[in-house]
């Protein structure tokens, strides 16, 4: 079988190494094509274009544990173990100390080009190609990929790992590739977020393992260490990022002006009772600004040897910290249902094990959804009241424990037990379809 995945980012990734943990890589023809020379290719670069540090939570980590005990061991030294989030507010009061997990279920907080690069290092050269996809011609036996050097590629199975933007994604929905605006296209929510990398001892105060959050009527902040000090980076590293409200988005807003947000972050953040803060801004350099975009909950995932993944499928808003998290567990389920489906029908597993990942992953993704948009909410501009009643329901809320089930719902998932329960559900209702059928 020919699998091509468009994209080599977490998903893109992740997916290959699980395709090759299973034997999938040796039976079939796999290639993954990017469209950007620089993330392909292991040029080391220190800021990757798409975003400072990313949090991996203990269900991303679990999956990255289950793949590659060694890959795991790299990016928990490339990263820095977090076991736990400080949630304040900007008048200086403290609301509430929640852990990230329990025992051994850290999460790592890590910038995003090391996190990649421990990935990228593990995916052969010869496997990655340099090339945007333009167009996919979706048939009913094969699928036709057109690149942007006038070449194209034929595959029975296309994987669109390939982002928030997925060419795969409008293709899939009936829309034509240059079509802009259609009904699953990216949402703005609102919200632009800033951030940048800053010196660790900025934050001295801050003890090992805890990221802050601090909230205030005007935005947010958060800060910590996204790189401890080891014996491959030597230096530890700070991250901060601050998200606030911007109601209308400029027509060429990939141009946002760094210095005037820079600016702004000062005169927002200058009166915030947090030293920490009051240090950051002073020194930090934004070199970042993204707006906040996410994507509408699909009908589903797949059709006809055409599948999506990762932000391709389901962008979240950052503020659920779960996005990658959630690309990590749709590469595991979606490889180990491949893995099952063609080794029982080698020529069209491949179509039930899509089917059954879509079913599997999205009902999981629509609560990941929903918990991020009322925490986004949390972000944006309010008055007085509603910034007490927003501390007021913090409070409560971590101290009555109301976010626990959530919480456990979240970071106790088994990609591999609920992949068997898929499975075994999936043939129970195969033995009730032909029994009625003998009847
Ligand atoms: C500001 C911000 C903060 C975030 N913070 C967190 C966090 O703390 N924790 C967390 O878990 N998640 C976080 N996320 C979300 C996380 O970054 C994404 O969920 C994750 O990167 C998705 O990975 P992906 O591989 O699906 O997509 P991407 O990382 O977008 O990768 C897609 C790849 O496809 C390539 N591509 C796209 N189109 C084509 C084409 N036509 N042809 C060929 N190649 C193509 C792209 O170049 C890219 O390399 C954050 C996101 C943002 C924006």
Redo the contacts with the bound molecule.
């Keep these: 079988m020919r699998v091509i995945i468009?994209?080599?980012?977490?998903?893109?990734?992740?997916l290959y190494l699980w395709l090759d943990k299973l034997g999938l890589t040796k039976a079939h023809d796999i290639t993954i094509?990017?469209?950007?020379p620089d993330?392909?290719l292991d040029n080391g670069s220190e800021i990757s274009i798409?975003?400072?540090?990313?949090?991996?939570?203990a269900n991303?980590m679990r999956v990255i544990h289950t793949l590659d005990e060694q890959l795991f061991a790299e990016v928990v030294q490339a990263g820095h173990r977090i076991n736990s989030w400080r949630i304040s507010t900007a008048r200086g009061w403290t609301l509430a100390d929640a852990p990230t997990g329990g025992p051994g279920d850290d999460s790592v907080?890590i910038g995003?080009e090391d996190f990649?690069r421990c990935f990228r290092k593990r995916v052969p050269e010869s496997v990655t190609k340099v090339?945007?996809?333009?167009d996919v011609e979706i048939g009913s036996t094969v699928n036709v990929l057109k690149?942007?050097d006038g070449s194209s590629a034929e595959a029975d199975l296309v994987v669109g790992?390939?982002?928030?933007?997925?060419?795969l994604r409008r293709i899939m929905f009936g829309v034509q590739s240059n079509a802009k605006d259609y009904q699953y296209a990216p949402h703005y929510e609102g919200l632009v977020?800033v951030?940048s990398y800053v010196p660790a001892n900025l934050m001295q105060e801050v003890p090992q393992g805890q990221m802050n959050i601090v909230l205030g009527r005007n935005g947010f902040f958060g800060y910590g260490i996204d790189r401890g000090e080891s014996a491959t980076s030597k230096v530890a590293r700070g991250v901060c990022?601050s998200t606030y409200t911007l109601d209308v988005l400029p027509q060429d807003w990939r141009k946002l002006d760094c210095d005037q947000a820079q600016q702004q972050l000062r005169a927002r953040h200058q009166h915030w009772k947090n030293d920490v803060i009051r240090r950051i801004i002073k020194e930090v350099k934004i070199d970042?600004v993204?707006p906040?975009?996410t994507t509408p909950l699909l009908p589903s995932w797949e059709r006809q040897g055409c599948v999506l993944?990762?932000?391709?499928?389901h962008?979240?808003q950052?503020s659920?910290?779960?996005?990658?998290?959630?690309?990590l567990e749709?590469a595991e389920a979606l490889a180990r249902l491949l893995a099952h489906h063609l080794a029982v029908d080698p020529r069209s597993g491949h179509l039930l094990a899509c089917k059954q990942y879509s079913d599997l992953r999205m009902p999981r993704l629509a609560k990941v959804h929903k918990k991020a948009q009322q925490l986004g909410s949390m972000k944006q501009d309010m008055g007085v009241v509603q910034e007490l009643v927003m501390y007021a329901f913090v409070w409560a809320l971590a101290k009555c424990s109301w976010g626990k089930s959530y919480n456990e719902y979240v970071f106790r998932y088994d990609v591999g037990t609920e992949v068997e329960h898929a499975i075994s559900t999936g043939r129970k209702q195969e033995q009730l379809h032909l029994a009625h059928e003998d009847f």
Excluded at 33 to 36: F, K, Q
Excluded at 161 to 166: F, L, P, Q, T, V
Excluded at 320 to 327: D, R
């Design positions: 468009i994209g080599a980012g977490v998903s893109g990734l992740s094509y990017e469209r950007r993330v392909s798409v975003g400072g540090s990313i949090g991996i939570t991303g907080m995003r990649c090339k945007k996809v333009l690149f942007d790992a390939d982002g928030i933007w997925s060419i977020g951030g990022w970042q993204w906040t975009f993944m990762g932000d391709a499928a962008a979240v950052p659920s910290g779960q996005g990658t998290s959630m690309a749709d």
